[in-house]
């Protein structure tokens, strides 16, 4: 049996038109993150005593698993974490600013959610080549943006991603071309602040 699975995407391909076009959403979710579990689950193939171990564990643990297998993990693994996190911080009717307990964290760390929304458009922008840009949660329980190369996912530095930004131009190429700064500006209206409060929130019971 499969170690992972490819989840359901929560609503419909077209749910976040006009801002991420129903064909994106399909080949991204079905051609790249399903290349990332089918490979995921090949890397891991040969290694039982890995199996019963979840994506995150294996990515918080990268530097124990064997190096024949580490950058397949890293990368599939990777791809998979991400992006099962990427299509449940969005949804349709969502975007504007957070409510709840994020909404405060981030006042108190940048000043206010324009200026967190500047540094992290700024820090995605600013990405060379593909990787992502994120909201996490320190060891210490405060907030800080920062970014990732590839499918590189803070788990790996012992952060708890709440928040992530697809860079990879397979997120927008079809739409935007070039034009990442519009593609960035556009996901703003479909970020999903409630899942991502929830995310804040269970980070910070220990
Ligand atoms: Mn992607």
Redesign the pocket.
Known sequence: MAQFVLPDLPYTLDALEPYIDAQTMEI?HQK??GGYVQNANKALQGHPQLQDKSAEWLLRHIDSVPENIRTAVRNQVG?HV??SL?WTIMGPNQGGSPMGAVAAAIRDTFGSFEQFQEQFRQAAFSIFGSGWAWLVVRPDHSLAIVTTPN?DNPLMQGLSPILGL?V?E??YYLRYQNRRADYIDAWWHVVNWDEVDRRFKASQTP
């Open positions: 991204h790249h993150h791809g991400n992006h990427w499918q697809d990879w397979h997120a």
